[in-house]
């Protein structure tokens, strides 16, 4: 007989503070550089200031990085594994009991995948992700709103049933690449720079070939720095800047 997997309605460590502090405090070393390339400085019209890792940053500095921060922190708690098994247990019992969920002691990877496919209403599934995730994620624009226990109970259904229909297929993905393509390209966007994909030659071994550059490919490799330091520590799955890239500019060819 198969073994059935038992539910985790509590989250073993907190994915948010302490990762948050970290991660934040990595981007401050290198907030010039990331800054620039962004072109926070030119559209604020100010001169980029000297590289100083001691300097603090200001006040619209640190609203700009706290946005990135959060992006990264989201895609560190979504990198915590669970067993396929053990998150259906969970989600089928938060589906007929969504009480559990408003302690918020549910584990990251449970809420990530109720915050995928929940609905307020009739909007596309995912569309209020922010409401499963509460105030952890503030720091994104966008209005959060309290869940409602039919709410809740639907969204667990619903990733329930994705879940099922991806272990089905097998697909095999790292989720923190998608949060970080979703929620950096955001960033990107609303920046106004460019997101076009492209791809440089090289020299490797005696032979031509091409590799992902450019601006936003640049950009990521400064953000990702400390969210992968972050992965090293707790050993966790490593993200990907070329699948981010592609998921990013998916939209764009290369050039």
């Not at 309605?9 to 907190?14: A, N």
């Not at 969970?90 to 995948?113: C, G, H, I, M, Q």
């Not at 400390?226 to 592609?246: C, D, F, G, K, S």
């Amino acid at each position: 007989m198969p073994t059935l997997s038992k539910p985790q309605l509590i989250e073993p460590k907190s994915p948010w503070g302490a990762a948050f502090d970290q991660i934040y405090l990595g981007l401050c070393r290198d907030r010039v550089s990331i800054l620039t390339a962004l072109g926070f400085y030119a559209e604020h019209d100010l001169p980029p200031p000297e590289e100083n890792s001691d300097t603090i940053p200001t006040t619209d500095e640190a609203g700009q990085l706290r946005q990135i921060a959060s992006a990264l922190t989201v895609a560190a708690a979504a990198s915590a594994t669970m067993p396929a098994g053990v998150l259906a247990a969970t989600l089928l019992k938060v589906s007929k009991n969504p009480d559990l969920f408003f302690p918020r002691e549910l584990p990251a990877p449970v809420e990530w995948a109720m915050a995928c496919d929940y609905q307020r209403g009739d909007e596309l599934p995912g569309t209020h992700w922010r409401d499963v995730w509460g105030d952890q994620v503030a720091a994104f624009p966008g209005q959060i709103e309290q869940p409602t226990g039919l709410n809740i109970a639907k969204a667990a259904r619903a990733a329930l049933v994705s879940l099922q229909k991806k272990r089905k297929a097998g697909r095999k993905y790292n989720r923190a690449d998608q949060i970080l393509a979703d929620q950096l390209g955001e960033i990107i966007r609303r920046s106004g720079q460019s997101v076009r994909r492209r791809r440089q030659p090289i020299m490797r071994q005696g032979k031509l070939v091409y590799v992902e550059g450019g601006p936003v490919y640049d950009f990521l490799e400064l953000v990702l720095k400390p969210l992968r330091a972050y992965l090293r520590q707790e050993q966790l799955a490593p993200v990907t800047t070329e699948t981010i890239v592609r998921l990013i500019t998916n939209d764009f060819p290369a050039s």
